[in-house]
């Protein structure tokens, strides 16, 4: 795990972890953006050797571009690399974050990670499989665990937030993978209530985030009321609301932001 440039200013914010924002294009580095221009320093994770795997490939230097976005925005930040498939790795990162901070708490964990690669009932690998469990949902039980473990915040201002689909057909072991998950943070909303900590799971839809080929696009955008695709941005706005005191009553609640499709 290596720690990218880090931005040195005042501890007077509450501390958000961000997984999951290894690409400028992504959901978690909006997430990241929209947290540190609300008044949060901001910690993220990312995996480069997963983004250099995927059909989009790895962004050089983007952990180094989020850092400076983010201390442009007045927040202190840093990143690190941590590959979450490793069951030793969520506590390694909330040491490392507490470390990296002075020994202040987290006070949000937003989960954007995710392993997310298509297959079917009859041809998904048993390794596929459970890597799919390993870095989507034992990965964000650990880091659920660690947080609440670690929570030191008055009541009311603990959040946890995940990223969820309901994706399946065709894409077994990532939605499996995610349902699990859903049933894990709403579980948190209740199991965390003496500590006054809210959890919630979003459902973003597709989202146009530098993954769909021309046709998927159209079909979806044809499919959306609202006749447009999610952007990575939309997902940031309902966790920063969520973060924010004005979503605390939000608690145990399973939202879907994805423009209507469906419906």
């Not at 059909?55 to 989020?66: E, I, N, Q, S, Y």
């Amino acid at each position: 795990m290596t720690n990218s440039p880090q931005h040195n200013t005042p501890p007077a914010r509450p501390l958000a972890l961000v997984t999951g924002a290894g690409r400028p294009e992504g959901i978690a580095y909006a997430v990241a953006l929209e947290l540190a221009g609300g008044g949060w320093d901001v910690a993220f994770s990312y995996l480069t050797s997963y983004d250099s795997r995927m059909d989009w490939g790895a962004t050089p230097g983007a952990a180094d571009r989020l850092s400076a976005e983010l201390a442009g925005l007045g927040a202190e930040a840093a990143g690190f690399e941590a590959d979450l498939a490793a069951p030793d790795t969520p506590a390694q990162l909330f040491e490392a974050v507490t470390g990296r901070f002075g020994g202040r708490p987290v006070d949000a964990l937003v989960m954007c990670h995710a392993e997310s690669v298509d297959s079917s009932i009859l041809d998904t690998s048993v390794e596929s499989f459970d890597r799919h469990f390993a870095v989507n949902t034992r990965a964000s039980w650990l880091l659920i665990k660690e947080y609440g473990s670690r929570f030191a915040g008055p009541p009311g201002r603990g959040r946890i937030v995940a990223l969820t689909s309901d994706h399946t057909a065709h894409n077994l072991p990532y939605g499996a993978s995610k349902g699990a998950l859903d049933r894990i943070v709403l579980a948190t909303a209740r199991e965390f209530a003496g500590l006054g900590v809210t959890a919630n799971v979003i459902n973003p839809g597709p989202v146009d985030n530098g993954w769909m080929p021309t046709a998927l696009k159209e079909q979806l955008t044809e499919a959306t009321p609202l006749g447009r695709l999610g952007v990575p941005r939309d997902c940031a706005n309902l966790v920063g609301f969520l973060c924010s005191e004005r979503g605390g009553w939000i608690n145990g609640q399973l939202l879907s932001s994805n423009g209507g499709i469906g419906s």
